[in-house]
Every structure is written in C-alpha cells, then in structure tokens.
C-alpha cells in the first residue's frame, strides 16, 4: 500500500510541476531563472551520466585506463569539444566505447 501512496504522490507532484506551465501561459520568469535554466540540461545530463563512467558496476570506483566506460566519456567530451557536433559525438563517442571494449577483451560475444 505504501508502494502505490508514494507513486500516486510522484504522480501527483510530476503532474501539477508540468501543468503549471500550461495552466498560466502569462507566466514570466525573471532573467535570474531564466538564465539558471539554461544550465538544467547540462546538470541533469552530467548526473546521469558520470556515475556510470566512474562507477560502472554500481559499487565500486573505477579510475583506471582499463575503464572502458570512463576512457570512451573522455574522448567523447573530447569529441565534443573539438566538432561541436551532435552527431559526430554520438558517434564517435560510440566507435570509441566499442573499440574500447573490444581492444580490452571486455564484450560479452
């Protein structure tokens, strides 16, 4: 019962955050929030994806060149930062990571 009381809570809160915006289509932010809300993406983003670099099992930390996770994130952000595109950080951040674990020994064939 508690399991059904905290997903109709989340509903609820999830429904009520998003409906506001279209409940009042009058509403304008300041540009302080406007500006801070540039960066949401950015941080959600990076707290999604870090820990899986960092901690590709789930428990313990992995700073080492046999990382596939972590090496492939460093080249992709490299990537990135060099093309400024979309899709060729996609996909070379791919390539990477595959020819990574391949070269490790680390696909699961």
Known sequence: MDNWLLILGMLAITFSIRYSLFAFPDLRFPPLVRQGL????????????VPGMLLPDGQHWALSLDNAYLSAGLATIAIAAITRNL?????????????????LGQLPL
């Open 38 to 49: 540039h960066f949401v993406p950015t941080a959600v983003l990076t707290a999604i994806v």
């Open 87 to 103: 899709l060729a950080t996609i996909g070379g951040g791919l390539l990477v990571f595959f020819l990574l674990r391949w070269a």
